[in-house]
């Protein structure tokens, strides 16, 4: 089953292990889950229970003091024998979505990115100066997807 899903992928998938809060229902508050892929029609996250195919989730993805709110609707839910729970990944449903899911997987980056140019020029960078550098390597390519 796995394999007919990855064909079916049109966006390629980035690894992003971000905590998650996941919410499937209005009346309930939201659960605590872990991303473990991002792309521009949908994310991937382990949860404990099998979710059923359509089902509407709203998802918040915390990065540093912001939160990023996604809504999307369940496409599959199997097991991950790794880690006994279910491998669960949504669509999207709505353009601000799908944007609002990739200014997090951004911000993400530019964190990382700011690590990796610490190491290599051997002192501390700021975030300001690690998103600067960031956004004169990669809004070319960022500008084209919207």
């Known amino acids: 089953m796995i394999q007919a899903l990855i064909e079916k992928r049109r966006f390629r998938r980035h690894p992003v292990h971000v ?18 892929n991002l792309s521009e029609g949908g994310l991937s996250f382990l949860w404990p229970v099998a979710l059923p195919k359509d ?15 996604v809504k999307g609707l369940v ?8 880690s006994g729970f ?13 944007f609002m899911a990739k200014l997090a997987e951004e911000t993400i980056e530019i964190l990382d990115y700011r ?8 002192r501390e960078i700021t ?6 550098r960031w956004v004169s390597k990669y809004a ?7």
Not at 75 to 82: A, C, F, L
């Open 115 to 122: 690590k990796k140019i610490s190491l290599e020029l051997g």
């Open 75 to 82: 496409v599959y839910s199997v097991k991950d024998e790794g």
């Open 86 to 98: 279910f491998r669960t990944g949504i669509r999207f449903t709505d353009a601000s979505s799908t």
């Open 127 to 132: 975030e300001e100066e690690a998103a600067r």
């Open 55 to 69: 089902i509407p989730l709203q998802i918040t993805i915390p990065v540093k003091e912001k939160q990023y709110n």
């Open 19 to 36: 905590p998650l809060a996941v919410r499937a229902d209005r009346d309930s508050g939201p659960s605590p889950s872990q991303s473990t």
């Open 140 to 146: 070319e390519s960022f500008a084209k997807l919207f």
